[in-house]
């Protein structure tokens, strides 16, 4: 089989189809058919249609928490937190983003009149990421004083928008630090379609990390090492799953996060915990026979994914039709669905 490397992932990409906002309804994206051997220009609202009665809608219902927070040093100094974890009581992990790292101890002047305590870094002394104690829930001061943790490419401002629109209409369990982008797609009347075509849904959670968008720097991409997330596939999305194979339905997964937790699931038997799977071409899919999503930055694990899912000419073949169509990108932008390669 052939062995890839960083740069079979790049693309060359006009910064103006980088979706600054979202479609004026939800469902009124463009969807690019790539079940085929050739690309079908449609819209989202054709989704119905292109699935069949018994198949098995798979959903990430996280919630994404408005994560970023602002505050200053005790000398002044400003700086960013991008709480990625609630722990146990106070305490959270968290991205900071400061021109000088403060010794640990130091107590953190918070926008919103509360404070952080740095009690170290996190998972171990040489992490990435440090651990917290706020001076209250920190669910509530996030929901209080934090803002929308929109993606680095996303140039605005969070606004009220943003706060509607980078959720999906089914977010449950707050925990996400960036949307399930492929389920922004989805409104009443595209379920309410499905649901009447006898097309069945079910649920899990993935807590995406602001690690989904952590550049891979080795060009060796076996080299490349994942963040960890928290997932869980319910007993309920278990039997769902069990019950579409009986009847010979196909399990689509909406977006690259339930692909995860469903593989995860799949490849370990654990049905909750923390999962780093890297899938690149050459894994061998165990449960996943449909892929909905959003199209991804050049070089990033999701472009590896996609392309391990979908067969890496494919794929390629796919972006190019997308940019000459002038299809709109990442987060905000539209939607395509793909077809396992076969094995």
């Given at each position: 089989m052939r062995s890839y490397t960083l740069g079979d992932f790049d693309f060359a990409l006009p910064p103006e189809l980088i979706a600054q906002h979202p479609a004026p309804e939800r469902s009124a994206s463009r969807l690019l058919d790539g079940t085929g051997?050739?690309?079908?220009?449609?819209?989202?609202?054709?989704?119905?249609?292109?699935?069949?009665?018994?198949?098995?809608?798979?959903?990430?219902?996280?919630?994404?928490?408005?994560?970023?927070?602002?505050?200053?040093?005790?000398?002044?100094?400003?700086?960013?937190?991008?709480?990625?974890?609630?722990?146990?009581?106070?305490?959270?992990?968290?991205?900071?983003?400061?021109?000088?790292?403060?010794?640990?101890?130091?107590?953190l002047a918070m926008h919103g009149d509360f404070t952080a305590r740095l009690l170290g870094r996190w998972p171990d002394e040489f992490g990435a990421l440090f651990r917290f104690e706020f001076s209250d829930e920190p669910h509530a001061l996030m929901e209080q004083h934090g803002h929308v943790p929109l993606p680095p490419y996303i140039e605005h401002a969070d606004s009220a928008e943003d706060e509607r629109r980078y959720q999906t209409v089914f977010a449950r369990h707050p925990g996400a630090v960036a949307a399930p982008t492929a389920a922004l797609h989805f409104d009443e009347p595209v379920l309410a379609a499905l649901q009447a075509r006898g097309i069945e849904r079910a649920s899990v959670t993935l807590h995406v990390g602001a690690g989904t968008f952590q550049p891979v720097k080795t060009e060796n991409i076996a080299e490349h090492r994942m963040h960890s997330e928290w997932y869980d596939v319910p007993a309920a999305t278990q039997e769902a799953i069990a019950a579409a194979r009986r009847r010979g339905g196909r399990i689509v997964a909406v977006g690259t996060t339930t692909v995860r937790t469903l593989e995860s699931w799949a490849g370990s038997g654990q049905a909750t915990g923390d999962t780093s799977i890297f899938i690149t071409p050459g894994y061998e899919f165990r449960l996943v026979d449909r892929l909905l999503t959003n199209f991804h930055l050049p070089r990033s694990t999701l472009m590896m994914l996609v392309s391990a899912f979908a067969g890496y000419e494919h794929v390629m073949a796919l972006y190019r039709h997308a940019i000459e169509a002038r299809y709109r990108f990442f987060s905000y932008g539209d939607a395509m669905l793909l077809a396992r390669q076969p094995d």
């Open positions: 051997s050739q690309p079908v220009d449609r819209g989202f609202r054709d989704l119905p249609s292109l699935l069949a009665p018994g198949d098995l809608l798979v959903f990430n219902d996280t919630r994404v928490v408005k994560a970023r927070l602002f505050g200053e040093k005790p000398s002044g100094g400003k700086l960013e937190l991008l709480v990625e974890r609630v722990l146990q009581g106070r305490e959270v992990v968290a991205h900071m983003k400061v021109s000088k790292k403060p010794p640990v101890g130091t107590v």
